[in-house]
């Protein structure tokens, strides 16, 4: 089992920032990738950003060039900065994380935090 706290959500103006962490406990060694994953008003969860275990990132269109994902190994933890803040970007924020074993591939989420950005 993987554990999987997040925090940072807040309201915020747009053109602001924020940072939100994930905070990964239990059976982390064999975690094979983490991301983000958001699911505004109305709408279908999305991904966001995802990093690798070997350290490669993808991004969402929406995300590039304005949202950064990094994991902190030491710490088990997972943050997402997020800059240049649009009310688009107003959702609730899901941290992921995928696990590979002999009998499988298991995904986890955090129970959410939420981002709003105000005009």
């Known amino acids: 089992q993987v554990q999987l706290v997040e925090s940072g959500g807040d309201l915020v103006q747009a053109g602001g920032s924020l940072r939100l962490s994930c905070a990964a406990s239990?059976?982390?060694?064999?975690?094979?990738?983490m991301g983000w994953f958001r699911q505004p008003p109305g709408k279908q969860r999305e991904l966001v950003a995802r990093?690798?275990?070997?350290?490669?990132?993808y991004y969402a269109d929406s995300a590039k060039g304005r949202f950064t994902i990094s994991r902190d190994s030491r710490e088990n933890t997972l943050y997402l900065q997020m800059d240049s803040l649009k009310p688009e970007d107003t959702a609730v924020y899901y941290c992921?994380?995928?696990?590979?074993?002999?009998?499988?591939?298991?995904?986890?989420w955090g129970q959410g935090t939420q981002v709003t950005v105000s005009s």
């Open positions: 992921n994380a995928l696990r590979s074993t002999a009998i499988g591939t298991y995904d986890y």
């Open positions: 239990g059976n982390i060694a064999s975690i094979t990738a």
């Open positions: 990093v690798t275990s070997g350290g490669d990132t």
